[in-house]
């Protein structure tokens, strides 16, 4: 099976032909990789009618239940969902965790959906390096709107804000003192809040919670950017869910003027990125393999050069043979 | 004040001496780099007899008021203490908000310990770059015991591990489904396993979560490896931090025979880790400026090639430029 007739058959929907493609672009090989390449060209133009969404919170706060019943909404709705899950313990154990589980079953068990756990991939490559190649694969084959689920705090959210038209938050109450810490990044960055759990007991902190963040989200907004929401739900008992989509169909409206631009301007980032980790990898390859790079791992392991001394002097003398080339062949 | 001077004041204790060599080690300004390497060597060798140990876990369980309390316990045992928190949410909000909390109080008022937040860095450095050389700031200056505080799950883990001799998990009851995930990563890296808030109405819950810990651990555990601990605290009632705190030591007694050779091994990662991030700086760099990548930008913008395939094509077309220098220059 060639690269061109695997882009065909992820056109017309096959989800053999979509898992297998997925498979392929995570693979950090050589060869996967020029494949992944022409089967990423093969598909082009990217779509620019779905819909991206990134679910992103602390562990805990039931985004995989809320992802559930939002996946049962869009399906109501008449359009087809694919869930990307970044699963942050596969590099440490090296096997995905979240696949283990039986996790959105509904979603998974569904003609009309696409679960996929995604590898948080290795540091040089840095977090989900791959999801948005799987992304625009769910999209060529007919997935009108994707979810992304990540875990955590920090970068990885900045990098995965960076591949959807819509940024969504979920937290939930008894989170402690470092979520509430959170809330200045928080204000830079997502479209959405939603404060899950708002049932049961729970149900009056939830409220709290989600005045809390209003407040902060309104003091933090900048001059004549549009106020952002803040939603309460409870994914067990599928309440708030059909307002959830509601508020992200209305970030996409918002968005839709300028939605091709975004995309646009959000791709030539990913090739950056995507350079960047290539040339870093090429490049760790190459000065592993030389004798300059072992004698000096030597000293350092001695401890007569310390590790940052060791680092800049080797990459000092590399520096200088970056240039780029002079006519570069722009046919490739 | 010159960098000789810098490291003759720190190795005297001076704490004002330390808290502007680690704002120097944190900035990422070339020149700042530079001086930090010649700080760095001559602080030389390393110290071997300190106690390095991560604390480490999901937000709300616990870590900061655990950190104060054995922070208590170790002063009473006569030795001075750091703490290094890596604050996650600095590199979205560009501010670090573990500095505006009142965290960790008794600990930074008594002159015995030392308490910092340090920033968790940007996407080029990887988590926590300059983690490591806090810490080794912090030992010159006569701290017996350095502890980094880590908040989330994955490949920060992994990078903090490997600059520490105990990594410590701290988990709380109610962390839901993908904390329970954690377990089969947790079996790989962690040194001590410890269950915070085993008070109250979460007693009894904490004492199952330990078992169940317990048996996971026993499970994953290697032929030949020593059986990991798992720990109940109740660190707002400063229960089982003296335990706690036998625990680490009997894991750093464990350790004394290979001590040094885990460390050096340890220098020589950090060494290459510095390397790889200081080539992606220069790379990145150098890529910006350069022509072809603006041109290959602009087919990317206009989606008519796919951002993997044109970082495939420049990463070829420079690979070859990439060569080792014939002669090394190791006097530097």
């Known amino acids: 099976l060639n690269d061109l007739e695997l882009a065909e058959r992820i056109r017309r929907g096959e989800r053999v032909a979509l898992a297998r493609a997925i498979t392929l672009v995570e693979s950090s ?9 022409v089967l990423l060209d093969a598909l082009l133009p990217e779509r620019d009618d779905t819909t991206r969404v990134a679910i992103s919170g602390p562990p805990g706060a039931g985004k995989s239940t809320l992802i559930e019943a939002l996946g049962q909404e869009v399906m109501a709705r008449g359009q087809r969902i ?3 899950a970044i699963d942050p313990t596969s590099s440490i154990s090296g096997g995905s965790i979240l696949g283990d589980k039986h996790r959105m079953t509904e979603l998974a068990a569904n003609e009309q959906a696409f679960v996929r756990p995604s590898p948080a991939g290795s540091t040089l490559g840095g977090i989900a390096r791959r999801t948005r190649e799987a992304m625009i694969l ?7 709107v994707v979810i992304i689920e990540t875990v955590g705090v920090g970068q990885s959210e900045v990098t995965v804000k960076d591949m959807v038209d819509c940024f969504t938050l979920v937290l939930a109450p008894g989170g402690g003192d470092e979520i509430q810490g959170m809330k200045k990044g928080i204000v830079e960055i997502a479209d959405l809040v939603v404060v899950n759990k708002a049932d049961g007991s729970l149900e009056a902190d939830a409220t709290r919670l989600a005045h809390e963040y209003m407040a902060a989200m309104h003091i933090g907004r900048h001059e004549g950017e549009r106020e952002r929401n803040v939603l309460l739900t409870s994914a067990t008992e599928r309440r708030g869910v059909d307002a959830l989509w509601d508020a992200i169909d209305a970030v996409e409206a918002d968005l839709a003027p300028v ?8 791709r030539v980032r990913w090739f950056q990125r995507s350079l960047i980790a290539d040339l870093t990898e090429r490049i760790t390859a190459a000065i592993e393999g030389s004798a300059g790079f072992g004698q000096r791992a030597e000293r350092v392991r001695q401890g007569v050069e310390s590790p940052a001394a060791a680092a800049a002097a080797i990459a000092d003398q590399f520096t200088p043979t ?11």
């Open 29 to 37: 090989r050589a060869e996967d990789r020029a494949r992944a390449a």
């Open 259 to 266: 939605r091709a631009e975004l995309r646009s301007e959000q």
């Open 138 to 144: 769910c999209e060529a084959a007919g997935f009108d």
């Open 82 to 84: 694919a869930v990307l």
């Open 322 to 332: 970056i240039e780029p080339p002079r006519s570069p062949d722009l046919s490739r």
